[in-house]
């Protein structure tokens, strides 16, 4: 079985977890936007801990055992309120214990660096945060650009050279979209691998917390921890797989850096062996109303706290929630029906190849100032970049977006995603696009 350990630390001190530790500690200190909460004291314990072990000659740790890692606002840590990226729950009473992944995260000997920044309540794939500010995407931060979300302030912890991983949500694309847009790769797995208990709900069907790192290995060591499973990833050469590229709506509309950079990955996947596949797949964009029923569920969530206190809320985010006190328990349940038949019929056309391959999202990552001046143009922008992940949320599959642009650029997301439990294949397809994307 194939191993993949998380990068050690380079850091004063040579490989001392407890000197990397301490430099992510002040970096986290002295970063903008990117952390709601800091936990110095036990991330620091975690690392010590770690290099002692090491130094006695104990049992090989774990993947992640002393190494900085980050947890989006959303998930439970004991003794303190779940804010979500939100200030109407700062009074709400304190977690009484962990969330699941944050406790798997803990039995790795994970050093916990902190909770970070994202879109309030996980609605919507821009980023913006009105309350806690916006961090801007390490890619470029003379222009200011959004880092993408909801995973906000996880992707610019990882991307900013703070943590070497991230654990965050996808209900829509909030792992992949600040992936793609920070030149990152997220992980999305199959919804039920990993449980989803003390995390605060953005939609019950279609939360699935994940990770990021900077390469598929790393996210591969991250889903054992988080998932508590090792999955059996074959090798696969690229050479013959099977890649379809749908021609239908997931590539309308692509800006032409994204446009550009997609076709010389294709280019590059063709010349080592790949075979490039072009599907109509005409059922794709009826994926759309079916998400309806996530704002459903959104608004059962928070339907009294909006009543009591919708005006603490970011008005984006609110009117977003609202919506879905339109829909019926009777258009509930046709949603939820139609969705079935939907995904039988793409699981049907999926099954003719090893992988989909598409651009994550179709836009570089837009300007912070231009998005926070016109609702406009937010709205836009945040239906553009959660277009093509979306549709794997919908599809209850699995996917990873994987950087493949030129050094220097902007950064580009490559999906590849299959369906429900296609996760060892995904991977292993992942890694085989990797090995060609990264040589010079």
């Known amino acids: 079985m194939t191993t993949f350990p998380l990068p050690t630390i380079n850091a004063p001190g040579g490989n001392s977890r407890q000197a990397g530790i301490e430099a992510s500690l002040h970096a986290a200190a002295q970063s903008k936007s990117i952390f709601t909460r800091l936990y110095p004291e036990a991330a620091t314990a975690a690392a010590v801990y770690a290099d002692d072990m090491q130094a006695a000659g104990a049992a090989p740790l774990s993947a992640i055992a002393g190494l900085p890692v980050s947890i989006k606002d959303l998930l439970d840590v004991a003794g303190e309120p779940t804010l979500a990226g939100s200030v109407v729950l700062k009074d709400a009473a ?5 969330a699941a992944v944050v406790s798997r995260l803990r039995r790795a000997g994970a050093a916990i660096v902190g909770k970070t920044n994202m879109t309030e309540f996980a609605f919507s794939g821009v980023g913006l945060n009105p309350h806690y500010g916006t961090a801007a995407n390490p890619a470029d931060r003379q222009a200011q650009r959004i880092p993408g979300g909801s995973s906000s302030g996880a992707a610019v912890s990882v991307a900013a050279g703070i943590c070497v991983a991230a654990i965050g949500s996808d209900t829509g694309g909030s792992i992949r979209i600040p ?10 797995p199959t919804a039920r691998r990993v449980p989803a208990t003390g995390a605060l ?91 309806m029923f996530s704002a459903a569920e959104a608004y059962a969530w928070h339907r009294q706290l909006l009543a009591s206190r919708e005006t603490g809320y970011d008005r984006r985010v609110s009117k977003r929630i609202k919506l879905g006190a339109a829909l019926s328990a009777a258009d509930y349940i046709d949603l939820h029906t139609a969705r ?14 090893d992988a989909v391959i598409m651009p994550t999202v179709p836009i570089v990552a837009p300007l912070i100032a231009e998005l926070e001046a016109s609702d406009d143009a ?63």
């Open 94 to 98: 304190p977690a009484i214990k962990d």
């Open 378 to 440: 937010f709205f836009a922008a945040n239906s553009l970049l959660l277009r093509n992940t979306a549709t794997i949320n919908i599809l209850d599959g699995c996917a990873i977006s994987i950087p493949c642009h030129e050094a220097g650029s902007l950064p580009v997301g490559l999906s590849i995603a299959g369906t429900a439990n296609a996760d060892s294949r995904i991977l292993a397809v992942a890694l085989a696009v990797e090995a060609v994307l990264r040589r010079s």
């Open 179 to 188: 992936a793609a847009l920070c030149g990152l790769t997220g992980f999305k």
């Open 201 to 291: 709900p953005l939609s019950t069907t279609l939360d699935t917390i994940c990770a990021m790192a900077h390469t598929v290995g790393d996210c591969i060591a991250m889903d054992r921890i988080i998932a508590d499973k090792v999955l059996d990833i074959p090798v696969l050469p690229l050479k013959g797989l099977r890649l379809a590229v749908p021609q239908t709506l997931m590539l309308d509309d692509l800006d032409s850096h994204v446009a550009s950079t997609f076709a010389r990955t294709l280019s590059r996947l063709s010349a080592a062996g790949a075979v490039i596949i072009e599907a109509t797949m005409a059922m794709l964009p009826d994926y759309r109303p079916l998400g």
């Open 340 to 353: 079935k038949r939907w995904i039988a019929a793409m699981e049907a056309e999926f099954s003719l190849f």
